[in-house]
């Protein structure tokens, strides 16, 4: 009953942009940490970026820092990951989290909800 389903995936050119959203179902997230993991093939899992539960603060990666940008939209049960300036490196499955009460962790089991993925390709 409970969802968190990605969308926005795609490919994309090296130096272009794309929106992730992540849109949750089964309740309200807005009293959650929101989170966005990548994993490449052949890696682990990888921190990306989070916001805490009252959208005080923000983090990110060193990897992506200056050039990716989350958000939420609590009215719309919705988070977001704005991806400027992509780089092949950044090819990967993307997953959205969530952590009830959670100031935005790094860890991946600090999250209790978890999405599909949606797959980011970026050629050079």
């Known amino acids: 009953q409970v969802q968190l389903v990605e969308s926005g995936g795609g490919l994309v050119q090296a130096g272009g942009s794309l929106r992730l959203s992540c849109a949750a179902s089964?309740?309200?997230?807005?009293?959650?940490?929101r989170g966005w993991f990548r994993q490449a093939p052949g890696k682990e899992r990888e921190f990306v970026s989070a916001?805490?539960?009252?959208?005080?603060?923000?983090s990110y990666a060193d990897s992506v820092k200056g050039r990716f940008t989350i958000s939420r939209n609590n009215a719309k049960n919705t988070v977001y990951l704005q991806m400027n300036s992509l780089k092949p490196e950044d090819t990967a499955v993307y997953y959205c989290?969530?952590?009830?009460?959670?100031?935005?962790?790094?860890?991946?089991?600090?999250?209790?909800?978890w999405g599909q993925g949606t797959q980011v390709t970026v050629s050079s």
């Open positions: 916001i805490n539960w009252s959208a005080s603060s923000t």
């Open positions: 989290a969530a952590d009830y009460y959670g100031l935005g962790s790094e860890r991946t089991n600090d999250y209790e909800y």
């Open positions: 089964g309740r309200a997230f807005g009293n959650y940490a």
